[in-house]
């Protein structure tokens, strides 16, 4: 059964969260009339990257994840979204899946960008998470990463030893095009759909996004670029273990040797 993904590119507006839920609401609603089975929004799309992250910061079931519910009522489609997650004293970049009946999985971001200076140091500002998480779509497995989580092969390939199909890749940067993600899709034999954000960032730089959807074999099914948009396509991941099966740079990796000990 064919699985319809809709990929959201948004300007975040840094610390305006108000202003980007409901942009984002918008993006829902227009996902919706798609008829998708899942919209996917960028990393830290709601907040950004700002001096009072913490104050703004939301709990898993916060305001934002209360809207996407209300909004999502009586339909079967799924939001995964950029949240930056407050827990405690502690602060995660994090990606929250949202459905009609709730919070169905939530992933923390676990690798943090740490070359660079001020907002986007991120171990100043935020704990890393402590593992991968999947979940299940229309029947298939699903798995989550973000930004920087992409930029080390080893994750994708992971999540493809974990059963996944499909990745959802959620960013905050200048670009994340094709490029990046056709390698890891024909590596693994795996849909990704990876997600940005466009426009000015906190910096005033200007982020063209490149947001995508490539299939199991590595071809671009949708890219959006220098602009705000809402892109489609419809994804087989019911394809995927045969393609795997008969990938050499999936199925031809000696596993045992990769062992620590």
Not at 22 to 37: I, S, T, Y
Not at 179 to 205: F, H, Q, T
Request: with cysteine.
């Amino acid at each position: 059964m064919p699985m319809r993904i809709a990929v959201a590119q948004q300007t975040c507006k840094p610390g305006r969260v108000a202003e980007n839920r409901e942009r984002a609401l918008q993006f829902v609603r227009e996902a919706l009339r798609e008829k998708a089975d899942i919209v996917v929004f960028p990393e830290e799309g709601m907040v950004g990257y700002v001096e009072n992250l913490r104050e703004l910061a939301e709990p898993v079931n916060g305001p934002t994840t209360r809207s996407f519910v209300a909004l999502l009522r009586g339909t079967s489609m799924r939001v995964l979204y950029g949240l930056t997650e407050r827990d405690g004293e502690d602060c995660y970049v994090g990606a929250t899946l949202v459905g009609a009946g709730g919070v169905e999985a939530h992933y923390r971001k676990t690798h943090l960008w740490w070359q660079a200076e001020g907002l986007r140091h991120e171990p100043t500002h935020y704990r890393p998470g402590e593992k991968l998480v999947t979940f299940d779509l229309l029947g298939h497995r699903c798995g989550i990463m973000i930004c920087y989580d992409g930029d080390f092969p080893e994750m994708a390939r992971a999540y493809a030893h974990l059963g996944c199909t499909t990745l959802f890749w959620l960013n905050n940067r200048g670009s994340r095009g094709p490029d990046e993600v056709k390698p890891l899709a024909a590596a693994n034999s795996m849909i990704i759909a990876a997600s940005c954000v466009c426009g000015p960032d906190e910096a005033g730089r200007a982020c063209a996004g490149g947001s995508n959807i490539v299939d199991a074999k590595g071809r671009v099914l949708a890219e959006i670029w220098d602009r705000e948009g809402l892109v489609v396509a419809d994804v087989r991941p019911e394809d995927v273990p045969a393609l795997r099966d008969q990938n050499p740079w999936y199925r031809g990796l000696r596993r045992d040797l990769l062992r620590e000990g």
